[in-house]
Structures are given as C-alpha cells and as structure tokens.
C-alpha cells in the first residue's frame, strides 16, 4: 500500500483516537461497570465478588417498591414533559409577539431554570405547605377550596404536586429552545397562508408544528432524559413519600445503593432505568422520522 | 556569567530538596490520629474539639490528631467506602444502628480491650446497647439526644386546664388534647413526614410494652403480631380519626413544620427532638409560654426513643493504643470549667452525655433539660436488627404515614408490618 494511501486510511482514526480513549473511559467502562455489577453479588466490606446471573433482576419482580417506582417514574415522565412542552410552547408563542416589555419578560421568564433547584424546592415547600402555604390560602380565598390541602403529605396529591413543581422549574428551558425554533420560520409564509386564506389554527398546524417538529424532537429527548433520571428535585421535596407516593426510580436507586448498601441490587435497579430510557429515545426519534 | 547562574540553580535546588527531605524526616517521628467526626457545622462544637486535640497534643508531644468532619447524610456510606478500601479512620463517630451493623461486620477493635474499665463504668449501661457482642463492647457512647414532650403553657391556662400538670399517661393526653383542640387549632402534633415517623411512633410501641423486635436462638423475630402492637396502632389511629386531636396533615410535617405549628399556636402540645428546645429559647416572645415534661407513659410504661451516637476504634487503625489514649483523655481531663472536654462538647453541642454523673452538672438542671435528662435511663435506641433500615424507610414510615391518613386501618398496619419486618430481617 503507498505512503498516501495508508496515510489517508489510518491518519483519521489516529486523529480521533484520543477523543475515542477519552470518551471510552468516561463513558463506555462505567456503564459496562455498572451494567455488570448487576450480575454479582459482593461482600459490602469488599469481599469477592460473587456472579449470581440474573438474581437481581428476578427479585426486582418480586419487589413491590420497585414496581411502584417504575410505574411513578413512568407517570412523572410523561406528564413533566407533556405539561413542559405545552406550557413552554405556549410561552414561546406568546414570547414571539411584539409587545412593550418583550425583552425584559424574555429574560424574567428564565427565572425558574436559572435558580438552584434546592433554593427553588425550599420556596415551593413553603408555598405548599398545608399550614402556612400561600396556596392554600389563594385558593380558599377564592373559593376554590372549602378547606386546605396537603400537598406534600397526602398521598393521594403528592406525586400531582411535584409533578407541576418539576415542569415549572424546566418550563423556560423548553421554551426558550421553542422560541428560537420560532424566529427561524420565515415570516412570508404566514403571510402567503393568511392571503390564501388560512385561519390561526390551520396557520399553527401546517406552518408552526411542522417548522419546530426538528427542534421539539430534541427538546423531546433531552427532557424526558433529565426528567426520567431527575433525582434532586424528589428527593428533597419529598424523599419519595408519603407513603411511597412518589417514590422513582433513581430515588430507589439511590436509597438501596447509599441508604441499604445494596449497590449490586442498585446496578441491577439502574439498568432497568437504563433501558427504560432508551426505549424511550428510541420511541421518540421513531416518532420523529415518521 | 552562566556559570555562576548554574551554580545559583544548583545551590536553591540542594537547599529545597534538604528541606523535603528534612521535613520528610520529621514527618516520620509524628503518629497520627485520624478521627472521623459526623459535624462541623457548629462553631462552639468546633471549638471543643479543636480545644481537646491541641490539649492533648501538648501533653504527647509527636503525636497529631486529625478531625475530619462529614455530613450526617454521607456519614453511613463514607464508612463504608473507607472500609472496602482499607482506608478506614482510626477513631470513627456513627448513629448507633449503623454501630451495630459494623460491629457484627468485624468493622472495630473490642474498645474494653483498651480503655479502662474505670472508664468503662462511667458510663450509662444503654449506652452500649448498640455495641455489645461476645462479652466485648465494641464502641464507646458519644453525643446523645432524647426525642420528648413539649406544650404549651399558655394554651393550657387558656383552655382551663393546669398549666403546671401536664398529661402523664395517654388518657390524660387525650383528655387535655380534646380541651385544647379547637378551630383550627390542634391538640398534639408530632414531625411525621420523610422519614421521620418511626422516631415518633416507636415510643407509643414502647409504652404500650411491644418490644418490635425481638432476638431469639440468635435470629430476629417480629413483635408486631403481639397484642401490644395492636393497641398502639388504636391509639395513634384514634388521635386522629377518633378523638381528632392530631391533625392528618403531619404526614407533611417534618421536625421544623411541627415546631413552626407550635410556635404560631396552632398545636398545643408536640413530641419533637430535644434540639428544639434551643431553638424555642431563642423566641423570647414565647418565653415562659412553654415548657418541656416528660412524655406521657403508655399501659406498658414510659418510653422514649434516646440514645448516644458511638465512638468506635476501627480494625484497620495502626494505632489502636493511641486512639484509645485519646479517648480516654477526652472523656476524663478536666477543662478549666470544670467538666471534662466530653461534658463540655456535650454542653456547646445541646446534647446529653451518656454519662452516670452528667445529669449532676448545671446545664442539665435547667428545667427544660431536665424532662430530658430524667428520661434518660428508659430511653431507647431503634430496633437494632439487621434489615431494619431498609424496613424503616420502604415500609414502617409509609405504614405510619397511611395509618394516619385514614388509608389503611389498624388491624392491616400491624399484619403487614409483621410480615415485611419478619422478611427483611431474615427469617
């Protein structure tokens, strides 16, 4: 083989390969790390490692948190980023018309996403506190309730309330995102639809929809991705309770790997989180290429 | 002119590397101590400890003490790592459940091989409650803290009721709970969100005589099936739904929502940890409006869950003799106020010392310290038994929690309890 011939057939790959090495040890031998050390057992004082097949996973049928948890975590997921898409979409449109004070609401509305999620989960347990909540009291204000809520200790609410807590917090994200797919859209084509007589409606389904579809299948993906392994805004809104109501699984994951010192069973845990997620992705792109 | 800019270079790097040697050398002759300590957040606490290293440091010149200071939440799993590598801390500080997993692990030296027994018998006997296996006791008590009763002065004048007799049995406690209850006012409340209400519904088990677990021909066995469960869990189910005087929504309310209740007056009387009661003394509007008692005793006696955390000498120290020194400096020199370092970091912490002479010393006195300290001697650490936790935090918290809301009635609390007990703790 000449000189230029092998340069030009091994120079790449000699290039990337750095990049390749890197990636391969911060991703690629964690996750077969992990996805492995759900086929053992150890001795949680670092003893042998003892493979055990696929007694992890067998016990995970038996196990009635775990069931609770993956159906609370399909649950959460769906309805995060439905209600993250629909309210951030309508943001977006509202953010796409010329108003007075458009620039200063662009940026107040990135509030929720920009404030640390601990400083964000505190405020929202004030506000809903059964006691002292300004919710609460809003409402029977209003008329709305006859008498006040637990929002966070009922169990029958619990997972409702962090569910809309979660999407307001990535709400402007989503938006943001949207709005940039907005101003993308050439403004003649609403213009040549609105002489040819479309409607708003019929503006919004065959010129807007179509013109975001590419971007709101990413917004799609990476929010279900954040939503479905979303462990801080759980965890110190609720802790998984009351209950078990809103119990998830990268909660459970977390409690059987740092609370019980079960890391095996954890791995075993987060592999099903794990696939569970790809289908997901795999669910989504499908959808997007139809 | 070069070469005496090299011989500059060669000189400095002689004289830096005479120093690393000289300090290396040094370094060699000091024994360290590394004492693994859950806090730090407390700059009286923090003073303490500084105080005892640097004291006991001048009086063992070449040896040095080193504080390392973790968080309660990451305290459990630190260990852990530490031990898996062999990295563990010479002296180590942990919850008392914890304690009693790593003891029967083989995580510790047995400590009376190394203290005193003088040292040994200073202490409350259920302090080692948590650390005692094959005749040796494995750790040594540390801070401890009662979870007791507290009530409102003021509320009680207002309600007719003696603001200076408080109730003493659980038909008292619903008898003055129904006076005090009313609108929007509530009776008795108790933190029973997260995972903390087992740390309150434990003592009505207690006091109604049920022991939860109990270890028989060396395995663990359930006690929820005996009468005594069943009567608490009446009890607590008729606080709520039957005489009304706990309000649903405390499965929302953890430790602070309970005391925030008490302070706005919105709950009369409360079960809630005794550092609460430094927190209360800082609202000089409610001075004198509260008081601390000891909790009302059940048809099985008084009970109250209390207990020391556990200093441990770990297996893998190099220097067991050392560590053992250290602690037996701490828990005996006197400081210039009188009580040893340990007294007094119990002192500065607001917590109680484990000690038979601590309920002597002033602080303890006090009249709201002192429902604590006299409740010392029957007070009770968690069920001990491996599995626990995790029975804790998936089951007997969320059981509680439904027990309260109505969801799941007495007779289904106490059978599933059994089984799920009797499966995580290995039979």
């Given at each position: ?9 091994v120079?790449p790959y000699?290039?990337i390969a750095?990049?390749l090495?890197f990636?391969a040890?911060l991703l690629?031998?964690?996750?077969i790390?992990?996805?492995s050390a759900?086929?053992f057992?150890q001795?949680?004082l670092g003893g042998e490692?003892?493979?055990?097949w ?9 196990d009635?948190i775990?069931v ?5 975590t399909?649950i959460?997921t769906?309805a995060?980023?439905v209600l993250?898409?629909?309210?951030g979409l309508?943001l977006?449109?509202f953010?796409?018309?010329?108003f007075?004070?458009?620039g ?6 990135l509030?929720?996403?920009i ?8 405020s929202?347990r004030?506000?809903?506190?059964e006691?002292?909540g ?7 204000e209003?008329g709305v309730l006859?008498?006040s ?6 169990p029958?609410?619990a ?8 999407a307001?917090?990535?709400t402007?994200?989503?938006?943001v995102v949207l709005?940039?797919a907005?101003q993308?859209?050439e ?10 007589g479309?409607?708003?409606v019929?503006?919004f389904a065959?010129?807007?929809l179509?013109?975001i579809?590419?971007?709101s299948?990413?917004v799609l993906?990476?929010?279900?991705i954040?939503?479905?392994n979303?462990f ?5 809104m609720?802790k998984?309770?009351?209950a078990n109501?809103?119990?998830t699984?990268?909660?459970y994951t977390y409690?059987?790997?740092f609370s019980?010192?079960?890391f ?5 845990i ?7 997620m ?7 792109y499908r959808?997007?290429?139809e | 002119?070069?070469?005496r800019?090299?011989?500059i270079h060669?000189?400095?790097m002689?004289?830096?590397?005479s120093g690393?040697?000289a300090?290396?050398?040094q370094?060699e002759?000091v024994a360290?101590i590394?004492?693994?300590?859950i ?5 009286a606490?923090?003073?303490v400890?500084?105080?005892m290293?640097?004291d ?5 010149p070449?040896?040095e003490?080193v504080i390392?200071n973790?968080?309660w939440?990451?305290?459990?799993s630190q260990f852990q790592?530490?031990v898996?590598v062999?990295?563990?801390?010479d002296?180590?500080m942990l919850?008392p459940q914890?304690?009693?997993e790593y003891?029967a ?5 047995p400590?009376d ?15 080692f409650?948590?650390v ?5 006791v494995y750790?040594?008590p540390?801070?401890g803290?009662?979870?007791?009763f507290?009530?409102r002065?003021d ?6 009721l003696?603001?200076?007799a408080p109730p003493t ?8 709970g129904r006076a005090?209850?009313s ?12 995972w903390?209400p087992d740390?309150?519904f434990?003592?009505f088990l207690?006091?109604a005589g ?5 270890e028989?021909?060396g395995?663990?066995?359930s006690?929820?099936?005996?009468a005594?469960?069943?009567v608490a869990?009446e009890y607590v189910?008729d606080l709520?739904?039957?005489?009304g005087?706990?309000p649903?929504r ?6 602070e929502?309970?005391?925030n209740s008490?302070?706005?007056?919105d709950?009369a009387?409360?079960f809630?940890?005794m550092?609460?009661a430094?927190?209360?003394k800082d609202?000089?509007?409610?001075s ?10 059940g048809p099985g ?6 207990y020391p ?5 770990t297996?893998q120290s ?5 560590a053992?020194?250290f602690?037996?400096f701490?828990?005996t020199?006197a400081?210039d106020s009188?009580?040893?370092y340990y007294e007094?970091?119990?002192?500065e912490?607001?917590?109680?010392g484990?000690?038979?002479g601590f309920s002597?010393i002033e ?5 709201i310290?002192k429902?604590?300290?006299d409740q010392?001697p029957?007070?009770?650490s ?7 936790e995790q ?14 809301t109505g969801?799941?009635?007495?007779d289904?609390?106490v059978?599933?309890?059994h089984?799920?007990?009797?499966q995580?703790?290995?039979n």
């Amino acid at each position: 083989m000449k000189a230029a011939t092998l340069r030009k057939t091994v120079l790449p790959y000699l290039l990337i390969a750095p990049g390749l090495l890197f990636v391969a040890f911060l991703l690629i031998y964690p996750l077969i790390s992990g996805v492995s050390a759900g086929f053992f057992l150890q001795n949680r004082l670092g003893g042998e490692r003892e493979f055990v097949w696929l007694n992890n996973y067998r016990q995970l049928l038996s196990d009635d948190i775990f069931v609770l948890a993956f159906k609370n975590t399909i649950i959460y997921t769906v309805a995060v980023v439905v209600l993250q898409y629909v309210f951030g979409l309508i943001l977006a449109l509202f953010l796409n018309e010329e108003f007075r004070g458009r620039g200063l609401f662009r940026s107040l509305i990135l509030v929720p996403w920009i404030v640390p999620t601990i400083a964000g989960v505190l405020s929202w347990r004030f506000i809903l506190s059964e006691q002292f909540g300004i919710l609460n009291v809003m409402l029977l204000e209003a008329g709305v309730l006859s008498q006040s809520i637990d929002w966070l200790g009922d169990p029958d609410v619990a997972l409702f309330s962090v569910i809309i807590t979660a999407a307001w917090k990535n709400t402007p994200f989503v938006a943001v995102v949207l709005l940039a797919a907005l101003q993308g859209i050439e403004r003649q084509m609403y213009e040549s639809a609105l002489i040819d007589g479309a409607g708003s409606v019929q503006r919004f389904a065959y010129i807007t929809l179509p013109g975001i579809k590419a971007v709101s299948t990413v917004v799609l993906l990476l929010t279900t991705i954040w939503t479905f392994n979303q462990f801080d805004f759980i965890y110190l809104m609720t802790k998984g309770g009351p209950a078990n109501a809103t119990q998830t699984i990268p909660v459970y994951t977390y409690l059987n790997a740092f609370s019980f010192l079960r890391f095996n069973y954890a791995a075993a845990i987060a592999t099903v989180g794990l696939l569970m997620m790809l289908i997901a992705v795999v669910f989504i792109y499908r959808r997007n290429e139809e | 002119m070069k070469s005496r800019k090299a011989l500059i270079h060669i000189l400095s790097m002689l004289i830096v590397t005479s120093g690393v040697f000289a300090s290396g050398e040094q370094e060699e002759e000091v024994a360290r101590i590394y004492f693994q300590h859950i806090g730090g957040t407390m700059p009286a606490q923090e003073a303490v400890l500084e105080r005892m290293v640097e004291d006991f440091e001048a009086e063992n010149p070449g040896v040095e003490v080193v504080i390392v200071n973790v968080g309660w939440g990451e305290a459990y799993s630190q260990f852990q790592s530490q031990v898996a590598v062999g990295q563990a801390p010479d002296i180590v500080m942990l919850a008392p459940q914890w304690s009693a997993e790593y003891t029967a692990l083989g995580a510790f030296v047995p400590i009376d091989e190394y203290i005193s027994e003088d040292v040994l018998d200073m202490f409350l006997p259920s302090g080692f409650d948590s650390v005692r296996s094959d005749g040796h006791v494995y750790g040594l008590p540390w801070d401890g803290s009662i979870w007791g009763f507290f009530y409102r002065k003021d509320l009680f004048e207002e309600a007719g009721l003696n603001p200076d007799a408080p109730p003493t049995n659980w038909d008292e406690l619903v008898e003055y709970g129904r006076a005090v209850t009313s609108g929007d006012r509530y009776g008795l409340a108790f933190p029973a969100a997260g995972w903390e209400p087992d740390d309150y519904f434990l003592p009505f088990l207690w006091q109604a005589g049920n022991d939860v677990v109990a270890e028989q021909g060396g395995s663990w066995e359930s006690q929820f099936d005996e009468a005594s469960a069943r009567v608490a869990s009446e009890y607590v189910y008729d606080l709520v739904h039957e005489h009304g005087i706990v309000p649903e929504r405390v499965t929302g309310m953890d430790w602070e929502a309970t005391m925030n209740s008490f302070i706005a007056g919105d709950t009369a009387m409360m079960f809630n940890g005794m550092w609460v009661a430094n927190i209360l003394k800082d609202h000089e509007d409610l001075s004198g409006a509260w008081i601390t008692a000891k909790s009302p005793v059940g048809p099985g006696g008084g009970a109250v869950m209390g207990y020391p955390n556990v200093l441990h000498i770990t297996q893998q120290s190099e220097n067991p003799g050392l560590a053992a020194e250290f602690l037996e400096f701490v828990f005996t020199q006197a400081t210039d106020s009188g009580l040893t370092y340990y007294e007094l970091y119990c002192v500065e912490t607001g917590a109680l010392g484990w000690t038979q002479g601590f309920s002597e010393i002033e602080s303890a006195a006090d009249p709201i310290m002192k429902a604590f300290v006299d409740q010392v001697p029957y007070s009770r650490s968690r069920p001990l038994a491996s599995g626990y936790e995790q029975f804790r935090l998936l089951y007997f918290n969320p059981g509680i929690q439904l027990l309260i809301t109505g969801d799941m009635q007495p007779d289904e609390f106490v059978n599933t309890m059994h089984e799920r007990l009797n499966q995580l703790i290995g039979n």
